[in-house]
């Protein structure tokens, strides 16, 4: 069936480095895939997505980065802040409405 | 614009009681989620309204828990009677007609049952 994988459940990176964050997927036939956020004490936020027909998508400090071939997302963030510390997640569509969302890669950002 | 609103934010109450949690969705968004996160099931989807009809409640665990949307404007979920187990956070979510993948989510009601 579906899954959602996270390479790295846990992330360490030292401010102002770049962060990269991983998630392997394995429906091949869905349209976009998008990424969350949820800070500490705070409901998930949407971050930025990804149409399947682009390979790279760059907002505000994120780029996302799909390889179609080999099924892996990542999520770049340039110049990680503290508060880029969160919990990651790259939520599977299932269906027309729902996410699954997966436990999520935990980023912790060393001052 | 407030974004998703819910109360109470915190509630702590006994096994056996009846909890009613409480969301305003964002004006205008025709989608609402409710959600519970644990640390060891992480974010379950429990209902999803659309146009405040009931379109999928298979993630309600149990004949306890409740879902209502009265108006576009208001939802409730109820858990009768409330057991330890039910212990976890509990989010609301809204979003705009057609773009269910980008929702906004309130900041959670934690849900304490000693």
């Known amino acids: 069936g579906e899954s959602v994988g996270l390479h790295l459940p846990t992330l360490s990176v030292q401010e102002g480095d770049n962060s990269i964050i991983n998630c392997a997927y394995s429906?091949?036939?869905?349209?976009?895939f998008i990424w969350y956020k949820q800070e500490s004490g705070k409901g998930p936020q949407f971050i930025i997505d990804i149409r399947s027909n682009m390979d790279k998508r760059q907002g505000q400090r994120v780029t996302v980065l799909l390889n179609k071939t080999v099924k892996h997302l990542s999520l770049q963030i340039a110049a990680t802040q503290p508060g880029d510390s969160a919990v990651y997640f790259c939520?599977?569509?299932?269906?027309?409405?729902?996410?699954?969302f997966g436990k999520g890669t935990k980023l912790s950002v060393i001052p | 614009d407030a974004g998703v609103i819910q109360s109470p934010r915190h509630e702590v109450t006994e096994m056996g009681q009846e909890v009613t949690l409480r969301c305003k969705p964002i004006s205008g968004h025709n989608s609402l989620f409710w959600y519970r996160q644990t640390m060891m099931r992480g974010l379950e989807l429990l209902i999803y309204f659309n146009n405040n009809v009931p379109i999928d409640d298979s993630g309600m665990p149990e004949d306890r828990f409740s879902a209502k949307m009265p108006n576009a404007s208001f939802s409730t979920l109820k858990i009768q009677p409330s057991e330890p187990r039910d212990s976890a956070v509990y989010f609301c979510?809204?979003?705009?007609?057609?773009?269910?993948?980008?929702?906004?989510f309130g900041p959670g009601t934690r849900l304490t049952v000693l």
């Open positions: 429906n091949s036939a869905s349209d976009y």
């Open positions: 939520p599977r569509r299932a269906g027309s409405y729902q996410l699954t």
């Open positions: 979510a809204s979003s705009l007609p057609g773009l269910y993948y980008e929702q906004f």
